[in-house]
């Protein structure tokens, strides 16, 4: 399963900048899907992730900074990130969350994509 990302990149401080993610449609139309963001040295922690029905759940740390949306017709998860600050400067990356039943969720992953924000 590929998963394909695009976007991010350099902003400012309190600038703004979007993510995209790209994935099959069999896979995107019936799992959740999510960004992470690990720098190094630091824990991976979720940034956002949104079901296939559309409802949005969000690390405590976003603060209502972001938004995650998902485009069917595309097959296409968007993270647009706002009043970006120098500590969200990381590497994003996408999954889609694929149930396993009992044996928990197989993530797919991208490559992930750099966010740096810096004045």
């Known amino acids: 399963v590929q998963v394909g990302e695009s976007g991010g990149g350099f902003v400012q401080p309190g600038g703004s900048l979007r993510l995209a993610c790209e994935t099959s449609?069999?896979?995107?139309?019936?799992?959740?899907m999510s960004w992470h963001r690990q720098a190094p040295g630091k824990e991976r922690e979720l940034v956002a992730r949104?079901?296939?029905?559309?409802?949005?759940h969000y690390g405590d740390f976003v603060e209502g900074r972001f938004t995650i949306s998902r485009d069917n017709a595309k097959d296409t998860v968007y993270l647009r990130m706002h009043d970006l600050q120098v500590e969200d400067t990381d590497v994003y990356s996408c999954?889609?969350?694929?149930?396993?039943?009992?044996?928990?969720?197989?993530?797919?992953w991208g490559e992930g994509k750099q966010v740096t924000v810096s004045s």
């Open positions: 999954t889609a969350d694929e149930p396993q039943g009992r044996f928990g969720v197989l993530a797919y």
């Open positions: 449609a069999t896979i995107f139309e019936r799992n959740d």
């Open positions: 949104i079901s296939a029905d559309g409802a949005a």
